[in-house]
């Protein structure tokens, strides 16, 4: 089995596309250390690990939350959703609602859906659907957590006997 990629205190994510391991990182946020702070995506080449992608803070994302391959092209969320067709190139697919962060990405009726937080307004997290073009439509509010400060996050998308569920926390 590979050993963890360098550099990062945390692998937050994992994927397999095209056959190969991606490990999505949380930044380090460990002091005193000299490792790169900014997420990043990494491949397993058989041997070592090696850096696809390291995100910078403009690019409106944090920690790399869930990865799925899909229709060629592996997807990766966090404050938005980029997708991935191999080589240097990655599209921003855009950030569904107003959510901080997305947590979950699944693919359901042959479709991406994404699990997203609320927000301190109020609002719970939320399901959407990937419709191209960076268009997302809302899906619907799963619900608020009490002692969460007012919001909850949809945790985790999981497609069973036919139906698309989610975990609130």
């Known amino acids: 089995s590979p050993t963890p990629p360098p550099l990062t205190p945390s692998v937050r994510s994992l994927a397999v596309y095209n056959a190969t391991l991606y490990a999505g990182t949380f930044p380090n946020t460990m002091p005193n250390t000299t490792a790169d702070d900014n997420p990043m995506i990494m491949k397993f080449d058989g041997t070592a690990w090696q850096i696809v992608r390291e995100f910078l803070p403009a690019e409106g994302m944090g920690p790399i ?30 950030k569904p609602g107003n959510a901080g962060q997305v947590y979950a990405l699944t693919i359901f009726n042959n479709q991406l859906y994404a699990g997203t937080s609320g927000n301190p307004s109020g609002s719970g997290g939320r399901v959407y659907r990937y419709n191209g073009n960076a268009i997302w439509s809302d899906m619907g509010e799963l619900g608020v957590i009490s002692g969460q400060d007012g919001y909850g996050f949809v945790s985790a998308l999981v497609v069973d006997n036919n139906q698309l569920c989610a975990a609130l926390n």
């Open 65 to 94: 939350n869930s990865m799925v391959a899909y229709g060629g092209a592996l997807y990766v969320a966090s404050g938005r959703v980029f997708q991935y067709n191999g080589g240097v190139t990655w599209v921003d697919i855009g």
